[in-house]
């Protein structure tokens, strides 16, 4: 079923990434880490439909999109950087993404950090965010979308890892085994990660080449 919604509040989260806030249809509901197919209601693009990860809560009044831009990409997101408040947008009904099977390690890549967002903030809400880290890679600094309320969440168990740009108060590295390796101590936990495929693809051998479970280790591209 598709519903049209409006746009009710647009905010710069990073310089490439917007939070869009939006009309929640009556008797919606999703889980934390579920996506919706979006596009928006027009004639070029009401029948192109896109992902988009929740990054609100269910209980929230209205739905909330964390959206990474790409302007040089002739792609929905570089129409939807030009939305303004009372456009519409068509969502679907919602469907299963990565879900929370108990406490681990989410690693995110880039924009991948999406999916985690409700997941870390409905954990944070119900105190449940003990035994949680997220390890999260990104090209720049000004790159790390949500810093400041990962840092509040969950304190020295948020790592960021930055791969384009020397930084002291960063790890500069990517996160492939050699990273693995020395910064985690536990492997029986369960592993989230999301990113770009050659990072998935990487870390899925890495992973369980040094001894995770594969049913403990939830993908998402």
Not at 124 to 147: A, P, R, V, Y
Not at 149 to 177: A, H, S
Not at 191 to 200: D, K, Q, S
Not at 208 to 214: I, R, T, V, Y
Request: one cysteine or more; glycine letters at 6%; charged letters at 35%.
């Amino acid at each position: 079923m598709e519903h049209i919604v409006k746009i009710l509040e647009i905010e710069k989260v990073t310089h490439n990434v917007k939070r869009f806030v939006i009309e929640k249809p009556d008797n919606y509901t999703f889980n934390p880490g579920q996506a919706t197919s979006v596009t928006i209601n027009s004639d070029q693009w009401k029948d192109d439909k896109h992902p988009f990860t929740f990054t609100s809560l269910n209980e929230d009044e209205h739905l909330e999109f964390t959206i990474k831009i790409y302007p040089v990409h002739n792609g929905l997101t570089k129409d939807l950087d030009q939305l303004k408040k009372s456009d519409e947008l068509i969502i679907e009904e919602p469907w299963g993404a990565i879900q929370y099977k108990g406490p681990g390690y989410f690693i995110a890549g880039g924009a991948g950090v999406t999916p985690f967002i409700a997941i870390l903030r409905d954990l944070h809400k119900k105190n449940k965010l003990k035994g949680n880290t997220l390890l999260f890679s990104n090209k720049t600094e000004k790159d790390i979308i949500l810093k400041d309320e990962f840092e509040k969440m969950l304190g020295d168990d948020f790592i960021n890892v930055i791969t384009d740009e020397k930084t002291d108060k960063y790890i500069n590295q990517f996160i492939d085994r050699d990273f693995l390796e020395k910064h985690i101590d536990d492997f029986s936990k369960k592993f989230y990660v999301c990113g770009p495929p050659e990072m998935i693809e990487d870390l899925k051998k890495s992973l369980k080449d040094l001894g995770a479970d594969p049913d403990a280790l939830v993908f998402e591209e």
